[in-house]
């Protein structure tokens, strides 16, 4: 590949400042051993320019004598974001606001293990954020060979997060690995999330049908693991479909996902409409539908409390912006000035 050549690429791996890049042809990559690396152009640290992320597709000036060059951030369809890590890449990062940590998924794996590990408040946690970036939320209950109740567990999922599909599945037996089928599709995208431990390299070297995953064991005790995937890695399946792996939930944080939590509780919204005061706070007024709802069972404690806890999580992550955004001004104008600000 001659020098100076401008093509279309996909990022699939990013470790520091050096990139993994899959070449693109006719819009779509393929399984190729012609992969990249690729450094930023400096026009992303003197411009303040967002980096690119594993998903991501990029404009590369390629260089047959050393690391080819990116140049460009194509527009994104889908991304994970969380509040900005301030102190990281400071050169750039700092701008931000918010920082993307994964780009262009069609699906998002959920994996949850039915053992201690289930939680009905996370899933409907990241149920929600999914839903914000426009992706398909798939919860995967798996390791179904350790639980006696899959059918209930399945069920109770359903009830929490009815905007998700809902699959169980047992990556040891088989169980369930067929209804999966239908998001195996060539060139679509699909992202895991999950805890440690909780089978998401399993799952992957299931699906590809050989090892491109480490596994690593969990504790009996608390059903806990150490993470096997330490950074972000886009892989191609042999069936031509796109698996993001990352590490553990605590990497995705909250966001601005005000949206994501109605949608996902929309049974709890729909109540909103009915009270009998347009400012109800829904805690002791005459006439509230939502106290009515916990009264008669039709809505349950425990939903509505984490309806109330995801809403408060957001209203954090949104609060936390604000302060960033606050800080990043006093900075750059301190910087401006010449003043010197310890941080």
């Given at each position: 590949m001659k020098s100076n050549t401008l093509i279309t690429a996909r990022v699939s791996c990013v470790?520091?400042?050096?990139?993994?890049?899959?070449?693109?042809?006719k819009d779509k990559c393929v399984n190729s051993e012609d992969e990249l690396l690729g450094k930023l152009k400096g026009k992303f640290y003197n411009l303040g320019l967002e980096p690119p992320v594993v998903g991501d597709y990029v404009k590369v000036a390629t260089n047959e004598y050393g690391d080819a060059l990116i140049d460009e951030v194509l527009p994104r369809a889908t991304a994970f974001k969380r509040p900005n890590r301030s102190g990281h890449a400071e050169s750039?990062?700092?701008?931000?606001?918010?920082?993307?940590?994964?780009?262009?998924?069609?699906?998002?794996?959920?994996?949850t293990s039915l053992n201690q590990d289930y939680s009905e408040n996370r899933i409907a946690r990241y149920v929600s954020i999914t839903l914000q970036t426009g992706a398909k939320p798939v919860v995967i209950l798996s390791k179904s060979d350790?639980?006696?109740?899959?059918?209930l567990k399945v069920e109770i999922t359903k009830a929490v997060c009815d905007k998700a599909d809902v699959v169980a599945i047992s990556s040891l037996t088989g169980y369930g690995l067929e209804k999966l089928e239908p998001y195996m599709q060539k060139?679509?995208?699909?992202?895991?999330?999950?805890?440690?431990?909780?089978?998401?390299?399993?799952?992957l070297n299931t699906l590809n049908g050989e090892d491109l995953m480490d596994v690593k064991h969990i504790r009996d005790a608390d059903g806990k693991g150490r993470h096997t995937t330490t950074y972000r890695h886009l892989f191609r399946l042999k069936n031509g479909v796109w698996i993001m792996d990352t590490p553990g939930m605590r990497e995705i944080g909250v966001l601005d996902m005000e949206d994501g939590i109605d949608e996902t509780f929309s049974d709890v919204v729909s109540l909103f409409g009915q009270c009998k005061f347009n400012d109800c706070s829904h805690t002791n007024e005459p006439g509230c539908a939502v106290l009515a709802a916990l009264e008669d069972g039709s809505l349950s404690e425990e939903r509505w409390s984490t309806y109330l806890q995801l809403h408060k999580e957001n209203e954090w992550g949104k609060a936390k912006m604000i302060r960033i955004a606050k800080?990043?001004?006093?900075?750059?104008k301190n910087r401006y000035m010449g003043w010197e600000i310890k941080e």
């Open positions: 470790q520091k400042n050096v990139f993994t890049l899959l070449p693109c042809g750039f990062l700092k701008n931000l606001l918010e920082e993307t940590i994964a780009a262009n998924f069609d699906y998002v794996f959920i994996v350790l639980c006696d109740d899959v059918e060139d679509k995208t699909i992202a895991l999330v999950g805890s440690s431990g909780v089978g998401k390299s399993t799952l800080f990043t001004k006093e900075y750059q």
